[in-house]
């Protein structure tokens, strides 16, 4: 049984720092892509950054265009967490963070495509 479990979140200053981490159980990343997503009330969850493999086999990282630069993916693979590195933090960063795991490289931003979801962890920035 694959779990996913979030925790980091919290109460951050604009400008701050955090680091998420996401603890996956029953399953071993090889094969699978690493996902986080974020969710505002009333908007839809969209895509934050994601860890997988290009079709030469490399470990490669994907971020959405307005998070690149201050947010970093990555993954401890002998303690199967996955990280994400969160900087110079802005109020509109504010959300629940959810981890997500799907098998195979593609549609690495839609979140339909993905296989299992952890509970989420709330990200709040004040400014």
């Known amino acids: 049984q694959v779990q996913l479990e979030e925790s980091g979140g919290g109460l951050v200053q604009a400008g701050g720092s955090l680091r998420l981490s996401c603890a996956a159980s029953g399953l071993t990343f090889a094969g699978y892509v690493m996902g986080w997503f974020r969710q505002t009330p009333g908007k839809e969850r969209e895509f934050v950054a994601a860890i997988g493999w290009n079709i030469w086999s490399m470990e490669t990282t994907y971020y959405a265009d307005l998070l690149k630069g201050r947010f970093t993916i990555s993954r401890d693979t002998a303690r199967n967490t996955v990280l994400l590195q969160m900087s110079s933090l802005k109020p509109e960063d504010t959300a629940v963070y959810y981890c997500?795991?799907?098998?195979?490289?593609?549609?690495?931003?839609?979140?339909?495509?993905?296989?299992?979801w952890g509970q989420g962890t709330q990200v709040t920035v004040s400014s």
């Open positions: 997500a795991a799907k098998k195979g490289g593609s549609a690495i931003r839609d979140e339909l495509r993905y296989d299992y």
